[in-house]
């Protein structure tokens, strides 16, 4: 079994936006908001489980919202800077956890696959 600890940035962040989101979602009263609040929330308890599947739907996520706050950034919306941040961050802290948990997966493997006698 791996002891890494797992991606605290990105679950805090997830929180963060998600709390954003929610509040978005009261002041406008609009459900995509609240969808998109709630997913925030949910993929942030999964990735603080370190839940696979979790940390892969929030990077593929965090990858789309991160694109589409560039592009609002481009057109003009200096507050999807925020956004294009927060992504930005979540993105790094999931990668760099994925990268750990590969090079130790590969460690492991290759210390199985040794012959008992080196």
Do not use: C, Q
Request: charged letters at 20%; hydrophobic letters at 50%; proline letters at 3%.
């Amino acid at each position: 079994m791996l002891n890494l600890k797992p991606p605290r940035l990105a679950t805090y962040l997830l929180t963060i936006n998600g709390i954003l989101l929610l509040g978005y979602a009261y002041y406008w009263s609009s459900v995509t908001y609240l969808f998109f609040g709630l997913l925030n929330l949910v993929l942030a308890y999964g990735v603080g489980r370190e839940n696979r599947r979790a940390i892969k739907v929030a990077l593929v996520y965090i990858a789309i919202e991160f694109f589409f706050a560039l592009l609002y950034l481009i057109s003009g919306n200096i507050y999807s800077a925020i956004d294009a941040g927060i992504s930005f961050f979540i993105m790094h802290d999931l990668l760099s956890y994925i990268e750990l948990v590969y090079k130790e997966e590969k460690e492991a493997e290759e210390r199985e696959e040794r012959p008992e006698g080196d």
